[in-house]
C-alpha cells in the first residue's frame, strides 16, 4: 500500500504555504533562484518609482508604476508559493514518520545471548556495535542486524502495511528498523548505526525540502536560465538609449516590465517545486531515496537488471505435469508424487497434492494406520518423502536421486535424463520421484510468469530500455523464462561476482544501470549500479550500498522508479518549454506597446489589437504572475508520462507544450486587455 500523498491544496497545506511564501521574500533567499531574484529587484525597483512618483519627487504615472510593481510581486509569491507547497506536502509526509513510537529504553546486553546479563539505559545512550534483547511488546530502540532469534514485527508505521513480517537471524531478512514493533517472540539486534543516524532519520531529513540539495539536471538548467536572463538583461538596457535616440524615452517601468516578462520566470518560479515534488512522489510510491541525484538519475536509466523468482515470475512454482519413465503408469507415478508431498506445506509441495487429486481423484489414504513417517527436505540431502511399512518413496532433484538410486545399488534410466533435460529446456524445473530402487518418473514445475509482465516490458523497450533477467537457474531453464516473459537478455547461474561484471560492462558502453536487491551478496552490485533500489526487508548491507530503499519490498517497484524519474524529467522539461515559447506572445504584446510610438513600424506587431500600450504592458505582466499558479497543479502531480521512445517523445513535447505555449498567452493576454479595458482600469 502506498502512502497516503496530500491532496494538492489541501487546507492544512495552503495556509502554512502562504505565510512561508512571505517568509521566502527575504534577498538571501530569492538569491538562491537567480531569475526569481531578478524578479524581486524588478519588484523592488518599481515599488520605489510609485512611492516617489506619488509624493512628487517623481515625474510618471504613479497607478500604472504601482499597478506594475504589485504584479511583479505577486509573481515572486506566486513562485514562493508554489515551492513552499511543494515542500509542505514533503513535510506533512515527514511529520508522519516523526509521529512513529520511538522507545525511550532499551535492554543493553554484555554478550549477544538471550541469557546474558542487561542492563537497562536510554535508547539514545546505544552506540553502533551495541547488541539489545527486544522481547514482545517492545519497540526496536535502533536500525540492526539480527544476530540471534525470530519474530513477528509490526513495521505498518513506516510501510504502511497492517501485516506483519518475520525477521530473523541470517539470510536477506535480518535487517530491523528502529521504532517498529515486536508482536512475538524475541531478537538479539545488534545496532548499525548511532543515533541521529537512523533509517527513520535519514528519510524524514530527505523528504523535508529545506535539506534537499539541487541535481546536476537541475543545475545545468538553473545556469542555462541565468544566461538567457543576462542575455535579456543587457538586451533590455540598451533599449533605453536607443528608444532616447528615437525622441521618444522609454520608462524605466516599462523597461523593467519588459525585462521580467521576457525572461524564463515561468520554469524560473517552478524548478524548486518540480524537484520538490519528485522526491515527493516517490516517497508517495514508499520508496525512499537518499539523494534527488538517486531519481533524475532513474529518469535516465537504459538498463533494468531484475531478478527471475518475485519479480519476473510468482516464486512459487506449480507442478504442471507428470512423466512417467518407460513402463510406468503415469497414476502410480501421480500417487507416488502425492504421498511424498503430503506433509509438503511449500507451494510447490501443495501444487503436486493438487495435481494429482485434480488428475486421479486418489483415494483417502490412512496414513497412521500404515505407520508412515515423512522424510523433511534438506539442504544436505535435497530430497524429501514418505516411509510406510511396505513402501519408501523420495522426491527431489534429479542429481540428488541419481546419487540415492546409486547408492543403493540401482540404476537411474537414461530416459529419465532426458525427461529431466527436456523440462529443463522449456523452462521448467523437474522433480525426480523414485520408489525404492526404481525411478517412476518426473514431476514438471513451472515457473508462473507474472501476468501483464510481458507488455511491462514491451512498454519499456518503447522507452529505450534494455531489460535483463538474473536468475541462479541453468542456462535453458533461464532462456525459456526469458523467453516467454519478454526481456531482452538475461544471466544465468548468476554470482555477486557475474552481477558486479555485468554492471561494469555496461556501464563501460556509457549505458545507466537499475537493478533490485535485498542481500548481502547483492550489496556490490548494488554500490555500483547508477540505480539501486534495496529492499527494506533485506540485509543493511543492501540498504546501505543502495541509493533507494523500498518500504514495501516489492521488486517490480523498480518499474515505477523508473516512471517516475522520467515523469520528473518530462515534467521540467515540458514547462521549460511552455515557459520559454510563451516569452514569444509577449514580444507582441509588449514591444510594440513600449516602442510604437519611437518607431511607428513596429505597430505591425500588434496582432492582438490590444486597447493601449499600458493595457498591453500590464495585460503581459498579469499573466506573466498568473500563468505560475495555473501551472502549479502541474508541477507538483507530474506531467502524464507514457512509454514512448525519444524521438516521440520530443514530438510530443514540442507539439503540446512548445505549440501550447505559443498559443495560451495570446489567448489569455487578450482576454485580460479586454477585462481591463470594461472595466476601465487603464
Known amino acids: 500500500m ?5 491532496t494538492l491544496f489541501a487546507p492544512g497545506l495552503i495556509h502554512p504555504a502562504l505565510i512561508d511564501a512571505f517568509k521566502k521574500l527575504m534577498p538571501q533567499v530569492q538569491w538562491h533562484n537567480p531569475v526569481m531574484f531578478i524578479v524581486w529587484v524588478g519588484s523592488m525597483m518599481t515599488t520605489l518609482l510609485a512611492i516617489a512618483m506619488f509624493s512628487d519627487k517623481l515625474q510618471g504615472n504613479a497607478l500604472f508604476t504601482a499597478a506594475i510593481s504589485g504584479w511583479l510581486w505577486c509573481t515572486v509569491l506566486f513562485a514562493n508559493f508554489a515551492e513552499a507547497l511543494a515542500e509542505g506536502r514533503s513535510k506533512a509526509q515527514a511529520n508522519s514518520l516523526k509521529n512513529i513510537n520511538k522507545t525511550s529504553w532499551a535492554r543493553k546486553l554484555r554478550t549477544p545471548q538471550y541469557h546474558a546479563p542487561q542492563e537497562r539505559i536510554p535508547a539514545a545512550d546505544l552506540r553502533k556495535g551495541d547488541v539489545v534483547l527486544v522481547i514482545a511488546g517492545d519497540i526496536i530502540p535502533c536500525d540492526g542486524e539480527v544476530l540471534e532469534g525470530a519474530a513477528s514485527v509490526d513495521e505498518s508505521a513506516i510501510t504502511g502495511e497492517s501485516a506483519p513480517v518475520i525477521r530473523e537471524s541470517g539470510g536477506d531478512f535480518s535487517s530491523v528498523t528502529g521504532g517498529t514493533g515486536i ?6 539486534v545488534q545496532c548499525s548505526v548511532n543515533p541521529g543516524e ?21 543545475i545545468a538548467l538553473t545556469i542555462l536560465l541565468l544566461a538567457l536572463t543576462i542575455i535579456f538583461l543587457l538586451a533590455t538596457a540598451t533599449l533605453w538609449p536607443f528608444s532616447q535616440y528615437g525622441g521618444t524615452a522609454v520608462s524605466v517601468t516599462v523597461l523593467i516590465a519588459l525585462l521580467i516578462c521576457l525572461i524564463p520566470t515561468t520554469i524560473g518560479g517552478l524548478l524548486s517545486a518540480i524537484g520538490v515534488a519528485g522526491m515527493s512522489r516517490m516517497l508517495g510510491a514508499n520508496v525512499i531515496a537518499t539523494s534527488g541525484r538517486a531519481v533524475e538519475a532513474a529518469g535516465d536509466v537504459d538498463v533494468l537488471l531484475l531478478d527471475k523468482t518475485g519479480t519476473i515470475t510468482l516464486g512459487n512454482r506449480q507442478a504442471c505435469a507428470f512423466l512417467p519413465a518407460p513402463g510406468i503408469d503415469e497414476k502410480i507415478l501421480a500417487d507416488a508424487a502425492r504421498l511424498a508431498s503430503l506433509a509438503d506445506e511449500t507451494p510447490e509441495g501443495r501444487s503436486i497434492v493438487a495435481l494429482a487429486c485434480q488428475r486421479f481423484h486418489p483415494g483417502e489414504h490412512n496414513i497412521q494406520t500404515r505407520l508412515a513417517t515423512f522424510v ?9 518423502g514418505i516411509n510406510m511399512q511396505d513402501r519408501i518413496i523420495r522426491k ?22 532426458k525427461l529431466v533435460e527436456g523440462v529443463a529446456r522449456q523452462g521448467g524445473t523437474p522433480l525426480v520421484v523414485a520408489e525404492g530402487t526404481t525411478v517412476l518418473g518426473v514431476i514438471a514445475l513451472n515457473d508462473i510468469v507474472k501476468e501483464g509482465i510481458k507488455e511491462r516490458f514491451a512498454q519499456l523497450r518503447q522507452m529505450g530500455i534494455k531489460t535483463v533477467m538474473i536468475t541462479g537457474d541453468n542456462r535453458l531453464t533461464a532462456a525459456a523464462i526469458a523467453a516467454e516473459a519478454g ?4 544471466l544465468a547461474e548468476a554470482t555477486p561476482e557475474a552481477k558486479l561484471a555485468l554492471i561494469r560492462q555496461y556501464q ?3 549505458r545507466l544501470v537499475a537493478m533490485t536487491g535485498d542481500g548481502t551478496n547483492d550489496a556490490p552490485a548494488l554500490a555500483q549500479a547508477d540505480v539501486a533500489v534495496a529492499m527494506n526487508s533485506g540485509t543493511q548491507a543492501a540498504k546501505e550500498a543502495g541509493n533507494m530503499v523500498d518500504l514495501d519490498s516489492n521488486p517490480t517497484k523498480l518499474i515505477e522508479v523508473v516512471h517516475i524519474g522520467k515523469q520528473m524529467l518530462m515534467t521540467r522539461g515540458s514547462l521549460t518549454t511552455f515557459s520559454i515559447a510563451n516569452d514569444v506572445a509577449k514580444y507582441f504584446a509588449i514591444i510594440p506597446a513600449a516602442f510604437a510610438a519611437t518607431y511607428p513600424q513596429l505597430n505591425v506587431l500588434n496582432v492582438m489589437h490590444l486597447h493601449s500600450p499600458d493595457s498591453a504592458i500590464l495585460s503581459a505582466v498579469i499573466f506573466n504572475a498568473l500563468i505560475i499558479i495555473f501551472l502549479i497543479p502541474l508541477a507538483l502531480k507530474g506531467i502524464g508520462y507514457r512509454p514512448l521512445n525519444a524521438a516521440a517523445m520530443l514530438r510530443r513535447n514540442l507539439l503540446v507544450y512548445g505549440l501550447g505555449g505559443l498559443v495560451v498567452p495570446f489567448i489569455g493576454i487578450k482576454i485580460i486587455d479586454v477585462m481591463l ?3 476601465d482600469l487603464v
Not at 502506498?2 to 496530500?6: G, S
Not at 508482536?183 to 538479539?188: A, E, K, M, T, V
Not at 523433511?376 to 524429501?384: D, G, K, Y
Open 2 to 6: 502506498n502512502r497516503k500523498q496530500p
Open 487 to 490: 526481456v531482452d537478455d538475461y
Open 677 to 679: 479595458t470594461l472595466c
Open 376 to 384: 523433511p527436505f534438506t539442504a544436505q540431502t535435497r530430497m524429501s
Open 198 to 218: 537512523t533509517f527513520l532519520d535519514h528519510m524524514i531529513a530527505m523528504v523535508e525540502g529545506a535539506q534537499r540539495r539541487k541535481t546536476p539536471n537541475e
Open 183 to 188: 508482536l512475538s517472540d524475541w531478537l538479539i
Open 508 to 510: 563501460t558502453e556509457g
Open 396 to 417: 527431489g532433484a534429479e542429481d540428488a536421486i541419481r546419487h540415492y538410486i546409486e547408492a543403493n545399488n540401482g540404476l537411474f534410466p537414461a530416459p529419465v535424463t
